[in-house]
């Protein structure tokens, strides 16, 4: 890839934290050319929420839109990424504090949590970076369409009522969970953000770079 273009996804590996509960990422070659196979061939098994991913809003919403309706144009343009390194919870005061401008439709948060990635931890981690519920809501008024952040949920652990993706995926703005930006400085980018185009899925994995402005 261009050196001027960053990778900001995981890699799926057998490894790779996973919230409690759901499958593990699983890849096997049933194919080998080792074994006198023709071609080397495999199948995955995951979670389609596993690494780096997209939650749509079917996440939570019956007969809402799947993966493969999100308008690409939302996940293909300028974002904004915000550097967090010393807070707990995105609140709605946090937010009030950022410069963010007028016309940015598109977020990421960067905050402690990348730390995780670079230290390669690979069992999960509940006192993660998330956004509040009144932060979600400071998004959807403030016009955000899109929202990312560095660990596999947007929301607290024990908010167990999954309120702050209700808030958002309610109004249609789409969720990244799961970005490393442990190499990425504040400011503005343009962002590349593709997900498997999984019909009628609740969410998908996705390969997500981004390039500085």
């Not at 070659?29 to 071609?39: A, H, T």
């Not at 009144?134 to 929202?147: E, F, P, T």
């Not at 009522?161 to 808030?167: G, R």
């Not at 442990?182 to 994995?205: F, K, Q, R, T």
């Amino acid at each position: 890839m261009n050196n001027n273009f960053i990778d900001i996804s995981l890699p799926l590996i057998a490894d790779l934290p996973k919230w409690p509960g759901t499958p593990d990422f699983y890849l096997e070659r049933f194919l080998d050319m080792e074994n006198g196979d023709s071609c080397n061939n495999s199948r995955i098994e995951c979670d389609v929420h596993s690494g780096t991913h997209i939650d749509a809003p079917l996440h939570f919403f019956q007969n809402a839109k799947s993966i493969d309706q999100i308008d690409l144009e939302l996940l293909i343009g300028k974002v904004y990424v915000a550097y967090l390194p010393k807070i707990d919870i995105i609140t709605e005061e946090i937010l009030n504090s950022l410069q963010i401008n007028d016309g940015i439709i598109r977020i990421f948060f960067r905050t402690k949590n990348s730390e995780i990635w670079l230290k390669r931890k690979c069992e999960f981690y509940e006192n993660y970076v998330a956004l509040s519920p009144d932060g979600a809501q400071w998004l959807v008024n403030k016009g955000i369409k899109l929202v990312g952040i560095d660990y596999l949920s947007i929301q607290r652990f024990n908010d167990t009522n999954s309120i702050t993706h209700k808030i958002l995926l309610g109004n249609e703005v789409i969720i990244i969970e799961g970005l490393n930006l442990c190499e990425i400085d504040e400011g503005m980018y343009e962002l590349i953000c593709l997900p498997l185009n999984i019909v009628g899925s609740d969410g998908a994995p996705a390969r997500v770079v981004l390039k500085k402005i």
